[in-house]
Protein backbone atom coordinates (compact mmCIF):
# COMPACT_ATOMS: atom_id res chain seq x y z
CA UNK A 1 0.00 0.00 0.00
CA UNK A 2 1.44 3.49 -0.76
CA UNK A 3 2.27 5.80 2.31
CA UNK A 4 -0.22 8.75 2.60
CA UNK A 5 2.45 10.48 3.79
CA UNK A 6 4.16 10.98 0.04
CA UNK A 7 2.54 12.99 -2.30
CA UNK A 8 1.31 10.35 -4.45
CA UNK A 9 -1.26 12.55 -6.00
CA UNK A 10 1.18 14.93 -7.51
CA UNK A 11 2.44 11.63 -9.39
CA UNK A 12 -0.90 10.06 -10.84
CA UNK A 13 -0.78 10.26 -14.42
CA UNK A 14 -3.25 11.99 -17.26
CA UNK A 15 -5.86 9.49 -17.76
CA UNK A 16 -7.49 9.28 -21.30
CA UNK A 17 -10.62 11.19 -21.26
CA UNK A 18 -13.07 13.05 -22.78
CA UNK A 19 -13.53 17.03 -21.51
CA UNK A 20 -17.08 17.69 -22.26
CA UNK A 21 -17.57 21.32 -21.99
CA UNK A 22 -20.83 22.60 -21.06
CA UNK A 23 -21.40 26.17 -22.11
CA UNK A 24 -18.68 25.92 -24.72
CA UNK A 25 -19.19 29.20 -26.93
CA UNK A 26 -19.53 31.68 -23.61
CA UNK A 27 -16.85 33.82 -23.14
CA UNK A 28 -15.18 31.59 -19.80
CA UNK A 29 -14.40 28.56 -22.13
CA UNK A 30 -13.50 30.47 -25.38
CA UNK A 31 -11.05 33.65 -23.26
CA UNK A 32 -9.72 30.69 -20.96
CA UNK A 33 -10.75 26.77 -21.12
CA UNK A 34 -9.66 26.15 -24.86
CA UNK A 35 -6.64 27.93 -24.62
CA UNK A 36 -5.66 26.40 -21.27
CA UNK A 37 -6.61 23.12 -23.25
CA UNK A 38 -4.66 23.66 -26.12
CA UNK A 39 -1.77 24.83 -23.91
CA UNK A 40 -1.76 21.06 -22.21
CA UNK A 41 -1.92 19.61 -25.81
CA UNK A 42 1.32 21.81 -26.75
CA UNK A 43 3.00 20.69 -23.37
CA UNK A 44 2.46 17.02 -24.10
CA UNK A 45 0.24 16.34 -21.61
CA UNK A 46 -2.26 15.27 -22.99
CA UNK A 47 -2.71 11.51 -23.99
CA UNK A 48 -3.00 10.83 -28.15
CA UNK A 49 -6.61 9.81 -27.41
CA UNK A 50 -8.12 12.35 -25.58
CA UNK A 51 -11.08 14.28 -27.21
CA UNK A 52 -13.01 17.73 -26.30
CA UNK A 53 -16.64 17.58 -26.83
CA UNK A 54 -17.67 21.40 -26.73
CA UNK A 55 -21.95 21.41 -25.78
CA UNK A 56 -23.83 24.77 -26.08
CA UNK A 57 -27.47 25.51 -27.13
CA UNK A 58 -26.58 27.69 -30.57
CA UNK A 59 -27.52 25.92 -33.49
CA UNK A 60 -24.74 25.39 -36.25
CA UNK A 61 -23.24 22.64 -38.30
CA UNK A 62 -20.11 21.93 -35.97
CA UNK A 63 -17.95 22.70 -38.64
CA UNK A 64 -19.05 26.39 -38.47
CA UNK A 65 -18.83 26.11 -34.36
CA UNK A 66 -15.57 24.64 -34.92
CA UNK A 67 -14.49 27.31 -36.69
CA UNK A 68 -16.03 29.69 -34.47
CA UNK A 69 -13.89 28.06 -31.47
CA UNK A 70 -10.79 28.22 -33.78
CA UNK A 71 -11.17 31.94 -34.28
CA UNK A 72 -10.99 32.85 -30.99
CA UNK A 73 -8.38 30.32 -29.92
CA UNK A 74 -6.05 31.96 -32.19
CA UNK A 75 -7.30 34.89 -30.73
CA UNK A 76 -6.43 34.47 -27.30
CA UNK A 77 -3.61 32.48 -27.43
CA UNK A 78 0.07 34.86 -27.75
CA UNK A 79 1.38 34.67 -31.26
CA UNK A 80 4.57 33.20 -30.23
CA UNK A 81 2.76 30.26 -28.89
CA UNK A 82 0.87 29.24 -31.54
CA UNK A 83 2.34 26.33 -33.07
CA UNK A 84 0.55 25.03 -36.35
CA UNK A 85 0.83 21.36 -36.06
CA UNK A 86 -0.39 21.31 -32.60
CA UNK A 87 -3.58 24.15 -33.39
CA UNK A 88 -4.18 21.38 -36.18
CA UNK A 89 -3.73 18.44 -33.97
CA UNK A 90 -5.54 20.89 -31.07
CA UNK A 91 -8.58 21.23 -33.31
CA UNK A 92 -8.82 17.53 -34.49
CA UNK A 93 -9.55 16.16 -30.86
CA UNK A 94 -12.43 18.86 -31.06
CA UNK A 95 -16.27 18.11 -31.77
CA UNK A 96 -19.25 19.88 -31.43
CA UNK A 97 -22.87 19.20 -30.39
CA UNK A 98 -25.88 21.59 -30.01
CA UNK A 99 -28.01 20.73 -26.99
CA UNK A 100 -30.63 21.82 -24.70
CA UNK A 101 -29.02 21.44 -21.05
CA UNK A 102 -32.59 21.29 -19.50
CA UNK A 103 -33.93 18.99 -21.82
CA UNK A 104 -33.75 15.62 -21.17
CA UNK A 105 -33.85 14.11 -24.50
CA UNK A 106 -30.25 15.61 -25.34
CA UNK A 107 -29.12 13.74 -23.30
CA UNK A 108 -29.36 10.02 -25.30
CA UNK A 109 -28.09 12.00 -27.60
CA UNK A 110 -24.98 13.26 -26.02
CA UNK A 111 -24.46 9.63 -24.64
CA UNK A 112 -24.42 8.21 -28.76
CA UNK A 113 -21.77 10.92 -29.53
CA UNK A 114 -19.47 9.54 -26.67
CA UNK A 115 -19.39 6.40 -27.62
CA UNK A 116 -17.75 3.82 -24.59
CA UNK A 117 -15.79 6.99 -22.79
CA UNK A 118 -13.41 5.85 -20.65
CA UNK A 119 -14.11 8.79 -18.14
CA UNK A 120 -15.63 12.13 -18.84
CA UNK A 121 -14.65 15.77 -17.15
CA UNK A 122 -17.96 17.08 -17.29
CA UNK A 123 -17.25 20.97 -17.11
CA UNK A 124 -20.19 23.04 -16.11
CA UNK A 125 -19.33 26.70 -17.84
CA UNK A 126 -22.91 27.58 -16.88
CA UNK A 127 -24.72 29.50 -14.52
CA UNK A 128 -24.81 27.14 -11.38
CA UNK A 129 -28.76 26.59 -11.06
CA UNK A 130 -28.58 24.29 -14.26
CA UNK A 131 -25.60 21.95 -12.23
CA UNK A 132 -28.25 20.06 -10.75
CA UNK A 133 -30.16 19.46 -13.95
CA UNK A 134 -26.90 18.66 -16.26
CA UNK A 135 -26.31 15.89 -13.25
CA UNK A 136 -29.24 14.12 -13.58
CA UNK A 137 -29.12 14.20 -16.80
CA UNK A 138 -26.04 12.93 -17.14
CA UNK A 139 -27.08 10.14 -14.74
CA UNK A 140 -30.05 9.15 -16.65
CA UNK A 141 -28.06 7.77 -19.88
CA UNK A 142 -26.06 6.03 -17.52
CA UNK A 143 -22.96 8.35 -17.60
CA UNK A 144 -22.85 9.16 -13.52
CA UNK A 145 -20.23 6.71 -12.78
CA UNK A 146 -17.96 7.24 -15.43
CA UNK A 147 -18.08 11.41 -14.65
CA UNK A 148 -16.08 13.96 -12.46
CA UNK A 149 -17.65 17.57 -12.84
CA UNK A 150 -16.28 20.44 -12.43
CA UNK A 151 -18.28 23.23 -10.82
CA UNK A 152 -17.61 27.10 -12.07
CA UNK A 153 -18.27 29.58 -9.20
CA UNK A 154 -20.33 31.01 -8.02
CA UNK A 155 -22.25 28.18 -5.94
CA UNK A 156 -25.32 30.17 -4.92
CA UNK A 157 -25.61 33.39 -3.68
CA UNK A 158 -26.11 32.64 -0.42
CA UNK A 159 -25.60 29.56 2.18
CA UNK A 160 -29.04 29.03 2.01
CA UNK A 161 -28.87 28.71 -1.91
CA UNK A 162 -25.50 27.09 -2.34
CA UNK A 163 -26.59 24.30 0.12
CA UNK A 164 -29.50 24.40 -3.06
CA UNK A 165 -26.78 23.61 -5.85
CA UNK A 166 -24.76 21.37 -3.87
CA UNK A 167 -27.49 19.13 -2.77
CA UNK A 168 -28.40 18.89 -6.51
CA UNK A 169 -25.36 17.78 -7.79
CA UNK A 170 -24.40 15.51 -4.73
CA UNK A 171 -27.68 13.32 -5.62
CA UNK A 172 -25.59 11.87 -8.24
CA UNK A 173 -22.13 12.80 -7.98
CA UNK A 174 -19.95 12.01 -4.58
CA UNK A 175 -17.88 14.73 -2.98
CA UNK A 176 -14.90 12.74 -4.16
CA UNK A 177 -15.76 13.17 -7.98
CA UNK A 178 -16.96 16.93 -7.34
CA UNK A 179 -14.09 19.61 -8.15
CA UNK A 180 -15.17 23.14 -7.74
CA UNK A 181 -13.18 25.94 -9.07
CA UNK A 182 -11.68 28.95 -7.68
CA UNK A 183 -8.79 29.83 -10.31
CA UNK A 184 -6.86 31.91 -7.76
CA UNK A 185 -6.08 28.14 -6.37
CA UNK A 186 -4.30 27.51 -9.57
CA UNK A 187 -1.86 30.38 -9.68
CA UNK A 188 1.85 28.77 -9.44
CA UNK A 189 2.58 32.14 -6.52
CA UNK A 190 -0.60 30.40 -4.44
CA UNK A 191 0.56 26.71 -5.14
CA UNK A 192 4.15 27.92 -3.58
CA UNK A 193 2.64 29.48 -0.32
CA UNK A 194 2.34 25.70 0.78
CA UNK A 195 6.12 25.20 0.20
CA UNK A 196 7.09 28.48 1.31
CA UNK A 197 5.39 27.92 4.69
CA UNK A 198 6.15 24.36 5.71
CA UNK A 199 9.54 23.63 3.70
CA UNK A 200 11.22 27.09 4.84
CA UNK A 201 11.91 27.20 8.95
CA UNK A 202 12.81 30.29 8.94
CA UNK A 203 9.42 31.59 7.71
CA UNK A 204 7.48 28.93 10.00
CA UNK A 205 8.87 29.19 13.24
CA UNK A 206 7.76 32.89 12.45
CA UNK A 207 4.41 32.51 10.93
CA UNK A 208 2.29 33.54 14.58
CA UNK A 209 1.04 36.09 16.69
CA UNK A 210 4.66 36.40 18.27
CA UNK A 211 6.41 37.43 15.25
CA UNK A 212 3.91 38.71 12.99
CA UNK A 213 2.23 42.28 13.48
CA UNK A 214 -0.90 42.06 10.54
CA UNK A 215 -1.63 40.92 7.47
CA UNK A 216 -3.02 42.70 3.90
CA UNK A 217 -4.65 40.84 1.40
CA UNK A 218 -6.02 43.16 -2.00
CA UNK A 219 -6.89 41.93 -5.23
CA UNK A 220 -7.39 45.29 -7.09
CA UNK A 221 -8.68 45.21 -10.39
CA UNK A 222 -8.44 48.09 -12.98
CA UNK A 223 -11.79 47.14 -14.79
CA UNK A 224 -15.39 47.37 -14.20
CA UNK A 225 -18.32 46.04 -15.00
CA UNK A 226 -17.59 44.33 -18.58
CA UNK A 227 -21.15 43.61 -19.29
CA UNK A 228 -21.63 42.14 -16.74
CA UNK A 229 -24.33 43.94 -15.15
CA UNK A 230 -26.75 41.85 -14.99
CA UNK A 231 -25.11 39.10 -12.84
CA UNK A 232 -22.63 41.50 -10.84
CA UNK A 233 -25.71 44.13 -9.74
CA UNK A 234 -27.60 40.74 -7.97
CA UNK A 235 -23.97 39.89 -6.04
CA UNK A 236 -21.78 42.89 -5.61
CA UNK A 237 -17.95 42.73 -4.65
CA UNK A 238 -18.48 40.91 -1.59
CA UNK A 239 -20.15 38.04 -2.88
CA UNK A 240 -18.18 37.94 -6.21
CA UNK A 241 -14.67 38.46 -4.69
CA UNK A 242 -14.58 38.33 -0.87
CA UNK A 243 -16.48 35.02 -0.09
CA UNK A 244 -14.08 32.96 -1.97
CA UNK A 245 -11.06 34.17 -3.60
CA UNK A 246 -9.70 36.44 -0.78
CA UNK A 247 -11.04 33.98 1.76
CA UNK A 248 -9.17 30.62 0.07
CA UNK A 249 -6.28 32.91 -0.17
CA UNK A 250 -6.87 33.52 4.06
CA UNK A 251 -7.26 30.22 4.78
CA UNK A 252 -3.80 29.25 2.69
CA UNK A 253 -2.23 32.15 4.82
CA UNK A 254 -3.39 31.11 8.23
CA UNK A 255 -4.09 27.73 8.25
CA UNK A 256 -1.64 25.44 10.80
CA UNK A 257 0.13 22.59 8.92
CA UNK A 258 -1.83 19.70 7.49
CA UNK A 259 -0.65 16.26 8.30
CA UNK A 260 0.09 15.14 4.95
CA UNK A 261 -0.12 16.45 1.48
CA UNK A 262 -3.82 14.81 0.41
CA UNK A 263 -6.53 16.90 -0.52
CA UNK A 264 -9.10 15.98 2.56
CA UNK A 265 -5.43 16.82 4.96
CA UNK A 266 -5.12 20.35 4.13
CA UNK A 267 -8.89 21.39 3.23
CA UNK A 268 -9.37 20.66 6.42
CA UNK A 269 -7.01 23.28 8.04
CA UNK A 270 -8.38 25.74 5.82
CA UNK A 271 -11.98 24.94 7.14
CA UNK A 272 -10.63 25.22 10.91
CA UNK A 273 -9.68 28.99 10.16
CA UNK A 274 -13.16 29.64 8.51
CA UNK A 275 -14.56 27.90 11.52
CA UNK A 276 -12.42 30.75 13.88
CA UNK A 277 -13.01 33.73 11.53
CA UNK A 278 -14.84 36.15 14.22
CA UNK A 279 -17.92 37.25 13.14
CA UNK A 280 -18.83 41.05 12.75
CA UNK A 281 -21.37 42.30 14.06
CA UNK A 282 -23.88 44.97 12.84
CA UNK A 283 -22.81 47.15 15.50
CA UNK A 284 -18.94 47.16 14.51
CA UNK A 285 -19.63 47.27 10.47
CA UNK A 286 -18.70 51.21 10.66
CA UNK A 287 -15.42 50.77 12.30
CA UNK A 288 -14.38 46.99 10.69
CA UNK A 289 -15.93 46.96 7.20
CA UNK A 290 -16.35 49.98 4.20
CA UNK A 291 -18.19 49.05 1.39
CA UNK A 292 -17.71 51.41 -1.55
CA UNK A 293 -19.29 52.10 -5.52
CA UNK A 294 -17.18 53.70 -8.41
CA UNK A 295 -18.46 57.14 -9.57
CA UNK A 296 -17.15 58.68 -13.00
CA UNK A 297 -12.95 58.96 -12.83
CA UNK A 298 -9.67 58.64 -14.87
CA UNK A 299 -8.04 55.22 -15.36
CA UNK A 300 -4.66 55.69 -17.75
CA UNK A 301 -5.76 59.30 -18.71
CA UNK A 302 -8.83 57.45 -20.32
CA UNK A 303 -11.89 58.83 -18.53
CA UNK A 304 -14.46 56.31 -17.80
CA UNK A 305 -18.33 56.19 -16.27
CA UNK A 306 -19.17 55.47 -12.97
CA UNK A 307 -20.98 52.37 -12.03
CA UNK A 308 -24.60 53.83 -12.03
CA UNK A 309 -23.47 55.17 -15.55
CA UNK A 310 -22.36 51.40 -17.33
CA UNK A 311 -24.46 49.79 -19.52
CA UNK A 312 -27.60 48.29 -18.35
CA UNK A 313 -27.18 50.00 -15.23
CA UNK A 314 -30.15 50.88 -12.72
CA UNK A 315 -29.78 53.92 -11.61
CA UNK A 316 -31.04 53.08 -7.70
CA UNK A 317 -28.45 50.70 -6.94
CA UNK A 318 -26.48 49.99 -4.09
CA UNK A 319 -24.48 47.26 -4.85
CA UNK A 320 -21.18 47.83 -4.14
CA UNK A 321 -18.34 47.56 -6.03
CA UNK A 322 -15.95 47.83 -3.68
CA UNK A 323 -14.83 46.02 -0.18
CA UNK A 324 -12.01 46.64 3.22
CA UNK A 325 -12.88 45.10 5.97
CA UNK A 326 -10.40 44.44 9.23
CA UNK A 327 -11.38 40.43 10.08
CA UNK A 328 -9.69 38.10 12.79
CA UNK A 329 -9.24 34.87 13.18
CA UNK A 330 -9.97 33.52 16.94
CA UNK A 331 -7.28 30.57 17.65
CA UNK A 332 -3.88 30.38 19.33
CA UNK A 333 -1.51 31.01 16.06
CA UNK A 334 -3.40 34.29 15.58
CA UNK A 335 -4.44 35.99 18.42
CA UNK A 336 -4.42 40.00 18.35
CA UNK A 337 -3.32 39.57 14.63
CA UNK A 338 -5.60 41.53 12.45
CA UNK A 339 -5.89 40.72 8.33
CA UNK A 340 -7.07 43.57 6.55
CA UNK A 341 -8.82 42.23 3.20
CA UNK A 342 -9.35 44.97 0.39
CA UNK A 343 -10.82 44.15 -2.95
CA UNK A 344 -12.18 46.86 -6.13
CA UNK A 345 -13.02 47.30 -9.18
CA UNK A 346 -11.90 50.10 -11.37
CA UNK A 347 -8.69 50.29 -9.14
CA UNK A 348 -5.63 52.46 -10.31
CA UNK A 349 -3.91 48.94 -11.47
CA UNK A 350 -4.72 45.22 -11.62
CA UNK A 351 -3.05 43.90 -8.71
CA UNK A 352 -3.42 41.18 -5.81
CA UNK A 353 -0.65 40.76 -3.38
CA UNK A 354 -0.57 39.59 0.09
CA UNK A 355 1.77 41.26 2.66
CA UNK A 356 3.05 39.70 5.94
CA UNK A 357 4.29 42.03 8.19
CA UNK A 358 6.36 41.12 10.87
CA UNK A 359 6.62 42.61 14.20
CA UNK A 360 9.66 44.86 15.40
CA UNK A 361 12.59 43.81 17.40
CA UNK A 362 11.78 44.34 21.35
CA UNK A 363 15.24 46.27 21.60
CA UNK A 364 15.50 49.62 19.33
CA UNK A 365 19.37 50.94 19.02
CA UNK A 366 19.64 52.72 15.53
CA UNK A 367 18.64 56.68 14.96
CA UNK A 368 15.17 57.74 16.19
CA UNK A 369 14.07 59.34 12.66
CA UNK A 370 15.10 55.99 11.46
CA UNK A 371 12.52 53.90 13.27
CA UNK A 372 9.50 53.49 11.03
CA UNK A 373 11.58 51.72 8.63
CA UNK A 374 12.61 48.80 11.23
CA UNK A 375 10.14 46.07 9.47
CA UNK A 376 10.17 43.30 7.36
CA UNK A 377 7.57 42.49 4.99
CA UNK A 378 7.09 39.41 2.91
CA UNK A 379 5.13 40.28 -0.04
CA UNK A 380 3.71 37.58 -2.14
CA UNK A 381 3.19 38.67 -5.81
CA UNK A 382 0.10 36.88 -7.62
CA UNK A 383 0.02 39.35 -10.79
CA UNK A 384 1.00 41.14 -12.68
CA UNK A 385 4.14 40.11 -12.30
CA UNK A 386 3.72 36.22 -10.14
CA UNK A 387 6.62 35.89 -7.30
CA UNK A 388 7.88 36.74 -3.71
CA UNK A 389 10.08 39.58 -2.15
CA UNK A 390 11.34 39.94 1.58
CA UNK A 391 11.78 43.39 2.70
CA UNK A 392 14.74 43.46 5.02
CA UNK A 393 17.25 46.12 6.58
CA UNK A 394 20.85 46.99 5.52
CA UNK A 395 23.43 49.42 5.69
CA UNK A 396 23.88 52.96 3.52
CA UNK A 397 26.83 51.89 1.63
CA UNK A 398 30.00 54.43 2.03
CA UNK A 399 32.34 56.02 4.42
CA UNK A 400 29.73 59.27 5.10
CA UNK A 401 26.55 57.30 5.82
CA UNK A 402 27.21 55.64 9.63
CA UNK A 403 24.80 53.31 10.26
CA UNK A 404 22.10 54.82 8.23
CA UNK A 405 19.63 52.39 7.37
CA UNK A 406 17.88 51.35 4.16
CA UNK A 407 15.20 48.67 3.17
CA UNK A 408 16.03 46.54 0.32
CA UNK A 409 14.02 43.44 -1.24
CA UNK A 410 15.65 40.20 -1.60
CA UNK A 411 13.25 39.01 -4.73
CA UNK A 412 11.72 36.01 -6.28
CA UNK A 413 10.66 37.02 -9.85
CA UNK A 414 9.30 33.72 -11.42
CA UNK A 415 9.66 35.60 -14.78
CA UNK A 416 13.04 36.35 -14.28
CA UNK A 417 13.96 33.12 -12.45
CA UNK A 418 12.78 30.90 -14.89
CA UNK A 419 13.70 32.05 -17.68
CA UNK A 420 12.94 29.24 -20.13
CA UNK A 421 9.50 28.12 -18.51
CA UNK A 422 6.22 29.63 -19.66
CA UNK A 423 4.19 29.95 -16.26
CA UNK A 424 1.10 27.98 -16.97
CA UNK A 425 -2.59 29.82 -16.69
CA UNK A 426 -4.50 28.50 -13.52
CA UNK A 427 -7.00 27.01 -15.91
CA UNK A 428 -4.68 24.89 -17.13
CA UNK A 429 -3.68 23.61 -13.93
CA UNK A 430 -6.48 22.97 -12.50
CA UNK A 431 -7.93 20.81 -16.01
CA UNK A 432 -4.53 19.08 -15.83
CA UNK A 433 -5.48 18.05 -11.54
CA UNK A 434 -9.38 17.15 -12.70
CA UNK A 435 -7.96 14.95 -15.16
CA UNK A 436 -5.49 13.35 -12.80
CA UNK A 437 -8.17 13.06 -10.15
CA UNK A 438 -6.22 15.05 -7.59
CA UNK A 439 -8.36 17.67 -5.18
CA UNK A 440 -5.85 19.43 -3.63
CA UNK A 441 -6.88 22.54 -5.32
CA UNK A 442 -10.02 22.75 -5.22
CA UNK A 443 -13.30 23.72 -2.43
CA UNK A 444 -15.17 21.15 -0.60
CA UNK A 445 -18.57 21.55 0.34
CA UNK A 446 -17.96 22.36 3.89
CA UNK A 447 -15.43 25.28 2.75
CA UNK A 448 -18.10 26.66 0.78
CA UNK A 449 -20.70 26.87 3.54
CA UNK A 450 -18.45 28.14 6.35
CA UNK A 451 -17.32 31.54 3.58
CA UNK A 452 -21.26 31.72 2.99
CA UNK A 453 -22.16 31.72 6.43
CA UNK A 454 -19.42 34.94 7.68
CA UNK A 455 -19.97 36.84 4.33
CA UNK A 456 -24.17 36.43 4.80
CA UNK A 457 -23.87 37.91 8.49
CA UNK A 458 -21.94 41.16 6.69
CA UNK A 459 -24.78 41.37 3.80
CA UNK A 460 -27.62 40.91 6.78
CA UNK A 461 -26.05 43.55 8.79
CA UNK A 462 -26.11 46.32 5.65
CA UNK A 463 -29.75 45.07 5.27
CA UNK A 464 -30.12 46.01 8.91
CA UNK A 465 -28.41 49.22 9.44
CA UNK A 466 -29.79 50.44 5.59
CA UNK A 467 -25.69 50.85 4.94
CA UNK A 468 -25.01 52.96 1.39
CA UNK A 469 -22.02 52.51 -0.63
CA UNK A 470 -20.00 55.10 -0.09
CA UNK A 471 -18.44 56.52 -3.51
CA UNK A 472 -15.32 56.87 -5.00
CA UNK A 473 -13.59 58.27 -7.99
CA UNK A 474 -12.77 55.36 -10.89
CA UNK A 475 -8.77 55.40 -10.85
CA UNK A 476 -8.17 56.01 -6.69
CA UNK A 477 -8.15 53.19 -3.78
CA UNK A 478 -11.41 53.43 -3.06
CA UNK A 479 -13.47 55.16 -0.30
CA UNK A 480 -11.40 57.43 2.24
CA UNK A 481 -12.94 55.49 4.95
CA UNK A 482 -10.95 52.30 3.66
CA UNK A 483 -7.80 54.61 4.74
CA UNK A 484 -9.41 55.29 8.22
CA UNK A 485 -10.28 51.33 8.22
CA UNK A 486 -6.45 50.57 8.48
CA UNK A 487 -5.25 53.87 10.11
CA UNK A 488 -7.23 53.68 13.05
CA UNK A 489 -4.74 50.45 13.88
CA UNK A 490 -1.85 52.87 13.42
CA UNK A 491 -1.25 51.54 9.91
CA UNK A 492 -1.17 52.16 6.65
CA UNK A 493 -2.04 49.90 3.14
CA UNK A 494 1.47 48.74 1.73
CA UNK A 495 3.40 50.92 -0.85
CA UNK A 496 1.25 53.69 0.16
CA UNK A 497 -1.27 52.19 -2.57
Not at 145 to 156: A, D, F, Q, S, Y
Not at 291 to 302: E, F, M, S, T
Request: with cysteine; aromatic share 8%.
Amino acid sequence: MLDRRTNIMASRPVEPCTVGLFGALGDLALRKLFPALYHLDRAGLLPADTRILALAREDGSPAERLAQIGEHLRRHVPAAELEEAVVQRFMARLDYLTMEFLEADGYPVLADKLGPVSRLIAYFATPAAVYGSICAGLASVGLAERTRVVLEKPIGHDLESSRAVNDAVAAWFPEDRTYRIDHYLGKETVQNLIALRFANSLFETQWNQHHISHVEITVAEQVGIEGRWGYFDQAGQLRDMIQNHLLQLLCLIAMDPPSDLSADSIRDEKVKVLKALAPIAPEQLGQQVVRGQYVAGNILGKQVPGYLEEDNANAESDTETFVALRAEIRNWRWSGVPFYLRTGKRMPQKLSQIVIHFKEPPHYIFAPEQRPLISNRLVIRLQPDEGISLQVMTKEQGLDKGMQLRSDPLQLSFSNTYRSARIPDAYERLLLEVMKGNQNLFVRKDEIEYAWRWCDRLIAGWRELGDAPKPYAAGSWGPMASIALITRDGRSWYGDL
